[in-house]
């Protein structure tokens, strides 16, 4: 079956100080989800891409769609403390399956 | 009404116990999921029904038997479970078919088996 690799696992950074995480595919995909997950929670999707090379913002949240199909990054301008969680990178074919995780712990 | 509500949202079973959770949503999705969640681990699919229907099955032990009784609910009934079968267990749902645009969540149900 497909594969998400997701890195880094984990990150531990300081307010302020910019994020960035990748997923990447052994298969082609059609289309790249994000999603964050905090303590106790279910995931919440935060960005959807659905093209190739398609750049998608969400307030401080950026993510892309890699050219070759088989990955994807999200960026995190500006961290705040309420940026901690685990953010999951998600394939939606006939079902959606999701990348490893990378937890997110800011200090303040 | 955009949310997915699961219930109960804490669960201590023992092992010959039988309990089951609920998973409700109002959005008029025809499709819903069960995943399980293991800690520090991404969920994982465990039933997909759509239209009402089963259609879905990653290999999960009989100890778990889901149940849709209607377009709006999800059961997930718990029968005979090991301590290992501990985690989160999330409910979601979307328009069958559209799994592109993503699946809403619930909060899930942290089950403990002692």
């Known amino acids: 079956g497909q594969q998400l690799n997701q890195s880094p696992q984990s990150m531990f950074i300081q307010e302020g100080e910019d994020v960035s995480m990748n997923c990447t595919s052994s298969?082609?995909?059609?289309?790249w989800l994000w999603y964050k997950q905090d303590p106790g929670e279910g995931p919440v999707l935060l960005i959807a891409l659905y093209k190739a090379g398609e750049l998608t913002s969400n307030g401080r949240l950026t993510a892309q769609f890699g050219i070759t199909r088989k990955d994807s990054f999200l960026n995190i301008s500006a961290s705040i403390p309420s940026d901690v969680g685990i953010y999951f990178c998600?394939?939606?074919?006939?079902?959606?399956?999701f990348g490893g995780g990378t937890r997110l712990m800011v200090k303040p | 009404d955009t949310e997915v509500t699961q219930t109960p949202k804490h669960l201590v079973m023992g092992m010959t116990n039988k309990k089951s959770l609920k998973c409700e949503q109002h959005m008029g999705h025809r499709a819903m999921y069960w995943y399980k969640q293991k800690a520090k681990k991404p969920p994982e699919l465990m039933f997909v029904?759509?239209?009402?229907?089963?259609?879905i099955n990653e290999s999960v032990p009989s100890r778990f038997s889901p149940e849709c009784p209607n377009s709006s609910l999800l059961n997930l009934h718990l029968h005979a479970l090991q301590p290992e079968d501990s985690a989160l267990y999330l409910c979601?749902?979307?328009?069958?078919?559209?799994?592109?645009?993503?699946?809403?969540f619930g909060s899930g149900t942290r089950l403990t088996v002692v």
């Open positions: 298969s082609i995909f059609n289309t």
């Open positions: 029904y759509s239209y009402e229907k089963l259609s």
């Open positions: 998600g394939n939606a074919g006939n079902m959606l399956t």
């Open positions: 979601a749902s979307s328009p069958p078919g559209r799994s592109i645009y993503g699946y809403t």
